[in-house]
């Protein structure tokens, strides 16, 4: 309904504008011949054919005296600049608007311009030229006279046509401005109804969002807490575990797995419990990210020992990168090893028996392409981590960055469903794109893009370059 109103208020709008647009130009094209005061048409047309009839009276006049009389060049002169009035200007665009006159004015015109040898002649005294000067100022005069009577009746015509017009134009003008009346006045209550329940909806938008960053708060503040409260006995179960591990050589192969049992679930748990405070961080604005250059290769191979043992669990090969050039990007050190390991850690879990994992990096040049490029080249680093896994399915992909969400029907494999979300807004806060590209039953790439900040030669891959 609002839209309704909206294109018809427009519309009747465009409509009175266009009426009086209208409306004022046929105004001033019927006011055209007024303005040019003595230079009107019909006074204009009029004086061409009083000059034709002066110079025809006089090169009469000098044939009957048989010397000149008058000079028949200044009369042609005057007979040509009335008819130069007629090639622009106002007066021109006037004559346009007649057929008649228009055709009749181009032709005397002509005529006129035609006669400049035979007034030479005429006035230097030749008999035959001045006879022919007569014969043809003679039909001169008659077509100047029909002219004149031509351009009266269509002047005529023209008046009447556009005060019938201006009646019609200035009907549909008032009839439009009275449904203009009409529709504002609708417009108005219209607008009235929808202020008031858009007073309405924004109280009630307000009160939701209120409730649901009250409840979000809420939330933050307990997954905080009950973090925290997870923490101390965790701490003390982890800290045990490590005293009985490194104190198992009187135990037996059993006991021995079972304390390493208990000391990879603590870290498992750990892991989660900073996971969830991250996101919470995140949520609430509050996590801190420090950003600095650092080698990439350098945090890639600081990643990798962290899916070492996952990977030998699992049975998959996870190659390391084989770039030959490393590369400087500003990221927070501790925060990308973080995403790599989220990244490496789920091409691990989610991939086959026998399965490879690949690391590598590739040097782009984007423009306008994303965020990261804009109308200029931009150098981009792509950190792609490529799995030959049981991939996602294309009805699923969509909910891969929604958090708690596990889209692997195999419940056997370990995660919380965060891991990506929180990797998505660490990029994010680092100034970074993620992306993925995944066909089920063949694997999964995903990758992270970031603005190269120096170029550097492969170092030994134990070194930090960042640092």
């Known amino acids: 309904m609002r839209v309704l109103l909206g294109v018809a208020l427009i519309s009747v709008l465009l409509l009175l504008a266009a009426s009086v647009i209208y409306t004022v130009n046929a105004l001033r094209d019927s006011t055209l011949p007024v303005r040019i005061a003595k230079e009107d048409v019909n006074w204009s047309v009029h004086q061409i054919e009083v000059e034709v009839f002066k110079l025809h009276l006089a090169t009469m006049q000098t044939d009957l005296s048989q010397k000149p009389v008058f000079s028949l060049s200044l009369k042609y002169d005057v007979l040509l600049s009335r008819t130069d009035m007629f090639k622009a200007g106002e007066l021109h665009q006037v004559v346009r608007t007649l ?22 002649k005429a006035e230097a005294g030749d008999a035959v030229a001045r006879t022919r000067l007569i014969s043809e100022l003679m039909d001169l005069r008659k077509k100047a006279h029909a002219l004149t009577l031509t351009a009266n009746q269509e002047l005529v015509e023209r008046k009447s046509q556009e005060r019938q017009h201006l009646a019609r134009t200035f009907l549909i003008a008032k009839t439009l401005f009275g449904v203009l009346i009409l529709t504002v006045l609708v417009g108005f209550f219209s607008l009235f109804l929808m202020v008031v329940r858009a007073e309405k909806a924004t109280r009630e938008a307000d009160y939701h ?37 490194m104190e198992a050589e009187g135990l037996d192969p059993e006991q021995q797995a079972n304390i390493a049992e208990i000391s990879i679930a603590g870290e498992h748990l750990l892991s989660l419990i900073n996971d969830i ?52 990007i500003r990221v927070d050190r501790t925060r990308m090893v973080q995403v790599l390991i989220n990244l490496l850690s789920n091409a691990v879990k989610y991939n086959r028996k026998g399965g490879m994992v690949n690391a590598h990096l590739r040097f782009m040049e ?102």
């Open 277 to 328: 405070l991250d996101l919470s961080k995140i949520e609430n604005g509050k996590l801190t990210i420090s950003l600095a250059p650092v080698s990439v290769l350098s945090m890639l191979n600081e990643a990798l020992p962290y899916v070492r043992s996952l990977a030998a669990d699992n049975q998959v090969i996870v190659n390391p990168p084989t770039d030959e050039t490393d590369y400087m």
């Open 366 to 467: 984007m423009v306008g392409e994303s965020e990261l490029a804009g109308a200029e080249p931009a150098k981009i680093l792509r950190i792609t981590i490529e799995d030959t896994g049981i991939g996602i399915k294309k009805e699923l992909q969509e909910k891969l960055f929604q958090p708690f969400s596990r889209l692997a029907g195999d419940v056997t494999i370990e995660g919380t469903g965060i891991g990506l979300v929180l990797s998505q807004h660490l990029v994010s806060l680092m100034h970074g794109e993620i992306g993925f590209r995944s066909a089920e039953g063949v694997g999964s790439e995903f990758w992270v893009d970031f603005p190269i900040y120096r170029m550097l030669q492969k170092v030994d891959t134990g070194t930090n370059a960042g640092d």
């Open 99 to 120: 057929p008649e006159t228009s055709v009749a004015v181009d032709e005397i015109i002509k005529i006129s311009e035609s006669l400049e040898p035979l007034v030479s």
């Open 209 to 245: 969002r209120q409730e649901a960053e009250a409840n979000n708060q809420a939330k933050s503040r307990f997954l905080s807490n009950i973090s925290h409260e997870l923490r101390t006995p965790l701490n003390a179960i982890m800290g045990y575990s490590e005293l009985l591990r």
